[in-house]
């Protein structure tokens, strides 16, 4: 298998950081109604014609950021979750969108609402161990709507002139005092930062993030690294290239990567580390820039962003760091590409890591991808060698995977074999999100059968996993 690799992210210089400072103006700011698809327009000028090579199948890869997902979208599947009881589907879906979750607590009105009141009990929980505030933050707006009348007719106010690129007003934007909450102040002092980047004043700029870090010390640990990679990002654009990496040291330190879920930290993170020397390990407790990168391709894979997470793995290859190994980032590689039904390439991806020690994953994805180009009876061969050749215990995603399509080809005894083996693997593991799924789908296989005893019984057993994952806390940035 070839050794493809794409080119990297120029420097940003000149006008082209000016448009940078610009999307992280809008990143964040509840108050436009159409960030999401702003910081997306902006953010993929200059990224597209990317080629990607793999043994003669060749992909343009564009839309660095990916699709986005509005706030009124955001709220609309919060309230579906929620009004069903599904409180941990509720929750998932705030880590899965932190940033809209935050937007959608800051601009909360005065009226009730269970889905906003979900989200700042989320924000909370992940706030630890900060003292929280979130959910602080929508009770005053209820009960005293009276003390943010100033501060939102402000805020209002300066929005209709910076979306014209003036930017004064927001820079001049006073946080409240005497808040319950501290949020309104970090935020208000966020926009006044991020107004002094856009302006081109990283001096005055850096100084307003550092005061914001300080607001959020001690009330969330996510908020104030935020706020301090900002300020890493102001110092570097007055070529302070020391203050700049000993902020962005201070934000990362004892940071465990996979609990970043909000893309800004990573992409701020990625955007301070660019002048690192290329060869440059991190600094001793704080993530390396590869495991970064794959971090945020994660992330915009789970937001159904393929074509974005397979850029951030695709360069995540050339970054230094150990983990995840290159051998992993080609399967996550190849399953961007499966979704993005670029079967020839996955395929040759995948041949190529099935030589390697994940050697069984590559090859339930490439059986996956025989049974979607409609090759079932080659798909099901490879499903087969790929768990007869493993045990569920190590293996049960594997497993889960090949049990399912052997189910859904009629295959109904060892397909069923397979699931129970994954379920009980996922048990050992406590894995309750793979035990979940498991049970979702031999219930979907029972109804289908017409065996409704059995159908009651995996609902009984369903019904007690979720309550154990309603209770279990999506503490993750």
């Known amino acids: 298998?070839?050794?493809?690799?794409?080119?990297?992210?120029?420097?940003?210089?000149?006008?082209?950081?000016?448009?940078?400072?610009?999307?992280?103006?809008?990143?964040?700011?509840?108050?436009?109604?159409?960030?999401?698809?702003?910081?997306?327009?902006?953010?993929?000028?200059?990224?597209?014609d990317r080629l990607l090579k793999v043994?003669?199948?060749?992909?343009?890869?564009?839309?660095?950021?990916?699709?986005?997902?509005?706030?009124?979208?955001?709220?609309?599947?919060?309230?579906?979750?929620?009004?069903?009881?599904?409180?941990?589907?509720a929750m998932q879906?705030?880590?899965?969108y932190r940033d809209l979750a935050e937007q959608t607590v800051t601009a909360a009105g005065n009226a009730p609402d269970p889905a906003v009141d979900l989200a700042a009990m989320y924000l909370d929980q992940s706030a630890k161990p900060g003292r929280g505030g979130w959910r602080a933050l929508i009770e005053a707006r209820r009960t005293d709507p009276g003390r943010f009348a100033q501060y939102d007719r402000q805020r209002k106010a300066a929005w209709t002139p910076a979306r014209r690129g003036q930017f004064e007003a927001l820079a001049n934007l006073e946080p409240p005092s005497d808040m319950a909450s501290p949020w309104l102040a970090v935020e208000a002092l966020a926009l006044r930062g991020k107004s002094a980047l856009a302006m081109g004043q990283p001096q005055?700029?850096?100084?307003?993030?550092?005061?914001?870090?300080?607001?959020?010390?001690g009330w969330d640990e996510h908020v104030a690294r935020r706020m301090r990679l900002f300020a890493a990002l102001a110092a570097q654009l007055q070529n302070d290239t020391g203050t700049a990496m000993q902020l962005r040291e201070q934000a990362l330190q004892g940071v465990v990567i996979d609990q970043i879920n909000h893309p800004t930290t990573l992409r701020l993170a990625i955007r301070t580390g660019s002048k690192m020397d290329p060869m440059t390990t991190a600094a001793p407790g704080t993530p390396s820039m590869r495991s970064i990168r794959n971090r945020l391709g994660d992330i915009l894979f789970d937001r159904g962003a393929p074509q974005a997470a397979l850029l951030a793995w695709r360069e995540a290859e050339t970054d230094p760091g150990s983990k995840p190994s290159v051998n992993r980032l080609r399967l996550k590689q190849a399953r961007a590409l499966v979704a993005l039904r670029q079967y020839g390439a996955a395929t040759s991806m995948l041949i190529g890591v099935a030589q390697t020690d994940l050697r069984a994953e590559a090859l339930a994805t490439l059986g996956l991808v025989h049974m979607q180009r409609g090759q079932v009876r080659q798909g099901l061969t490879i499903l087969r060698e790929a768990a007869t050749t493993t045990r569920a215990t190590e293996y049960p995603q594997v497993h889960a995977d090949a049990g399912l399509a052997l189910l859904a080809t009629g295959e109904s005894d060892l397909g069923l074999q397979l699931l129970h083996g994954a379920?009980?693997?996922?048990?050992?593991?406590?894995?309750?999100?793979?035990?979940?799924?498991?049970?979702?789908?031999?219930?979907?296989?029972a109804m289908h059968s017409g065996d409704h005893e059995r159908s009651q019984s995996l609902r009984l057993e369903l019904a007690q996993v979720e309550s154990r994952l309603a209770t279990i806390p999506r503490v993750r940035e």
């Open 204 to 217: 005055a700029s850096g100084s307003v993030f550092r005061a914001a870090a300080a607001k959020a010390d």
């Open 1 to 48: 298998m070839s050794n493809p690799r794409t080119l990297r992210h120029e420097q940003i210089a000149g006008s082209a950081a000016f448009c940078v400072i610009v999307v992280f103006l809008l990143i964040g700011c509840g108050a436009t109604p159409h960030t999401s698809r702003d910081v997306a327009a902006a953010s993929d000028r200059g990224q597209t």
């Open 55 to 89: 043994d003669g199948e060749s992909i343009v890869l564009g839309e660095a950021v990916g699709r986005t997902l509005t706030r009124d979208a955001f709220m609309s599947r919060l309230r579906e979750f929620t009004a069903k009881g599904q409180w941990y589907d």
């Open 93 to 96: 879906w705030c880590a899965t």
């Open 423 to 445: 379920r009980q693997a996922f048990e050992q593991q406590q894995d309750w999100e793979g035990v979940r799924t498991t049970l979702q789908n031999e219930l979907r296989h």
